[in-house]
DNA sequence: CTGGGGATGGGGCCC
DNA sequence: CGGGCCCCATCCCCA
C-alpha cells in the first residue's frame, strides 16, 4: 500500500537516474550506541556471510529475488518479513535511448538484420516491425518522458524527485547493519530503534503510568490507552477502538457484514 | 475475539 | 540535497 502521494504506479514513461551513484555504502552506527549491551552472542557481522548481510548483491547476482535476508540468519525470532515483500525487478534493464538509436541507425545500413529482427522500445520492450511504427510509438513515449519521473531499478515505484527515489532505494540497499546481530535497515535512526531492543533502552515514557517505550509511536499507541475517546469508529456497529488496526480487526472479523 | 505491547517500514517535513 | 526526526501504518505476539 503506497503511503506517500509521490508514489506514482504509472510503469513506463520513466527516467531512469545514474544507479552506480545512488547505490549507497553501508552506515555503521557508531559503537558508542552498543556500550550498554554486554556481551554479542550474535556473530559479528564482519564475520557472517557477505552474501548474507550485503543486500545489494543479491538483486545485481541473481536478477531474482532470493531472501536477502534468510529467515535461519534473522535472530530474532518473529520479524514481519519486510524483505520478502520488496516486488522482483522488472524483467529488462532499459538501455539509454542513446544507444538504441545506435543500434537503429546500424540497422538502417544493414537491411537483411531489419527483415531479421523486430524494432525494440528500450524503455518498454514493445516491438515493431517497422522503424517508423517504432518512431510514432516513442513520439508517444516522449511526451509521457516530459512529466518528471523516476523509477526505481528493483521494483516498478516510481517517484517525482531523485531524493524521494534514492530514499526509497535504501529500502532495497538496506545499508545500515546491525552490529549485534547484522539485520538490515534502509535507515539510520531504523537501525537506531532496532538496536533499543538489544540494550533495552527505553527513552519514552509514559506521563500517566510508569511504562516507558523505546519507540514515540508505540508510547502514542500506549496514550490511547489512557483515552477516554478512541478514535477509531466502527461504521456499523459504532464501536470504537484505540487504534486502526483494532478496527480493521473488528471489520474483518465479521462486524460489517452482520449488520 | 479483543486489547495492548513490541518491532519495523516508509514517505513527509524540517533544518 | 542529505540527515534526522515525525508520523502513520502494519504485522506479530501474547494475555
Given at each position: 500500500?503506497?503511503?506517500?502521494?509521490?508514489?506514482?504506479?504509472?510503469?513506463?514513461?520513466?527516467?531512469?537516474?545514474?544507479?552506480?551513484?545512488?547505490?549507497?555504502?553501508?552506515?555503521?552506527?557508531?559503537?558508542?550506541?552498543?556500550?550498554?549491551?554486554?556481551?554479542?552472542?550474535?556473530?559479528?557481522?564482519e564475520i557472517l556471510s557477505s552474501v548474507a548481510y550485503n543486500p545489494i548483491t543479491v538483486w545485481t547476482?541473481?536478477?531474482?529475488?532470493?531472501?536477502?535476508?534468510?529467515?535461519?540468519?534473522?535472530?530474532?525470532?518473529?520479524?514481519?518479513?519486510?524483505?520478502?515483500?520488496?516486488?522482483?525487478?522488472?524483467?529488462?534493464?532499459?538501455?539509454?535511448?542513446?544507444?538504441?538509436?545506435?543500434?537503429?541507425?546500424?540497422?538502417?545500413?544493414?537491411?537483411?538484420?531489419?527483415?531479421?529482427?523486430?524494432?525494440?522500445?528500450?524503455?518498454?520492450?514493445?516491438?515493431?516491425?517497422?522503424?517508423?511504427?517504432?518512431?510514432?510509438h516513442k513520439q508517444l513515449h516522449c511526451d509521457a518522458q516530459s512529466r518528471k519521473s523516476f523509477s526505481?531499478?528493483?521494483?516498478?515505484?516510481?517517484?517525482?524527485?531523485?531524493?524521494?527515489?534514492?530514499?526509497?532505494?535504501?529500502?532495497?540497499?538496506?545499508?545500515?547493519?546491525?552490529?549485534?546481530?547484522?539485520?538490515?535497515?534502509?535507515?539510520?535512526?531504523?537501525?537506531?530503534?532496532?538496536?533499543?531492543?538489544?540494550?533495552?533502552?527505553?527513552?519514552?515514557?509514559?506521563?500517566?503510568?510508569?511504562?516507558?517505550?523505546?519507540?514515540?509511536?508505540?508510547?502514542?499507541?500506549?496514550?490511547?490507552?489512557?483515552?477516554?475517546?478512541?478514535?477509531?469508529?466502527?461504521?456499523?456497529?459504532?464501536?470504537?477502538?484505540?487504534?486502526?488496526?483494532?478496527?480493521?480487526?473488528?471489520?474483518?472479523?465479521?462486524?460489517?457484514?452482520?449488520?
Amino acid at each position: 500500500m503506497p503511503r506517500s502521494f509521490l508514489v506514482k504506479k504509472h510503469f513506463n514513461s520513466s527516467k531512469k537516474p545514474n544507479y552506480s551513484e545512488l547505490d549507497t555504502h553501508t552506515v555503521i552506527i557508531s559503537p558508542y550506541l552498543y556500550e550498554s549491551y554486554p556481551v554479542p552472542i550474535i556473530p559479528q557481522p564482519e564475520i557472517l556471510s557477505s552474501v548474507a548481510y550485503n543486500p545489494i548483491t543479491v538483486w545485481t547476482t541473481t536478477g531474482l529475488l532470493p531472501s536477502p535476508l534468510p529467515n535461519d540468519l534473522s535472530p530474532l525470532s518473529g520479524y514481519p518479513s519486510s524483505l520478502g515483500r520488496v516486488s522482483p525487478p522488472p524483467p529488462s534493464d532499459k538501455s539509454p535511448i542513446s544507444d538504441e538509436e545506435e543500434r537503429i541507425q546500424s540497422k538502417l545500413s544493414d537491411p537483411h538484420a531489419m527483415e531479421a529482427e523486430k524494432f525494440q522500445c528500450s524503455l518498454c520492450s514493445k516491438t515493431y516491425s517497422t522503424f517508423s511504427g517504432l518512431a510514432k510509438h516513442k513520439q508517444l513515449h516522449c511526451d509521457a518522458q516530459s512529466r518528471k519521473s523516476f523509477s526505481c531499478k528493483y521494483c516498478d515505484k516510481e517517484y517525482v524527485s531523485l531524493g524521494a527515489l534514492k530514499m526509497h532505494i535504501r529500502t532495497h540497499t538496506l545499508p545500515c547493519v546491525c552490529k549485534i546481530c547484522g539485520k538490515a535497515f534502509s535507515r539510520p535512526w531504523l537501525l537506531q530503534g532496532h538496536i533499543r531492543t538489544h540494550t533495552g533502552e527505553k527513552p519514552f515514557s509514559c506521563p500517566h503510568c510508569n511504562r516507558a517505550f523505546a519507540d514515540r509511536s508505540n508510547l502514542r499507541a500506549h496514550l490511547q490507552t489512557h483515552s477516554d475517546v478512541k478514535k477509531y469508529q466502527c461504521k456499523n456497529c459504532s464501536k470504537t477502538f484505540s487504534r486502526m488496526s483494532l478496527l480493521h480487526k473488528h471489520e474483518e472479523s465479521g462486524c460489517c457484514v452482520a449488520h
